[in-house]
């Protein structure tokens, strides 16, 4: 539903897949993005990701779900550059 490839400007990049951030947190903002098609409407801003609901994860919370889901990747410092969703 919700797997993203994440690129930061330290070089690091991974696979996250968010459904389990979405689907299992019961507050009213994660509602829209449980549907597949608003999830695609995502834009990006200065910092991060976001939605027509003004919605947007924190670059650090990408970054840790990004080092945590690709135990290859090294904590390092960051920023967050693109996504692209597939």
């Not at 070089?11 to 993005?33: A, C, T, W, Y």
């Amino acid at each position: 539903m919700s797997k993203s490839i994440f690129f930061f400007d330290n070089g690091e990049s991974g696979i996250v897949d968010l459904e389990s951030s979405i689907l299992n947190d019961s507050r009213k903002v994660f509602e829209p993005l449980k549907n597949k098609d608003y999830f695609k409407k995502f834009s990006l801003d200065n910092w991060t990701i976001v939605w027509p609901n003004d919605f947007g994860f924190a670059p650090e919370f990408l970054y840790e779900l990004t080092v945590r889901q690709n135990k290859s990747l090294e904590k390092r410092k960051y920023e967050l550059v693109f996504r692209i969703n597939f």
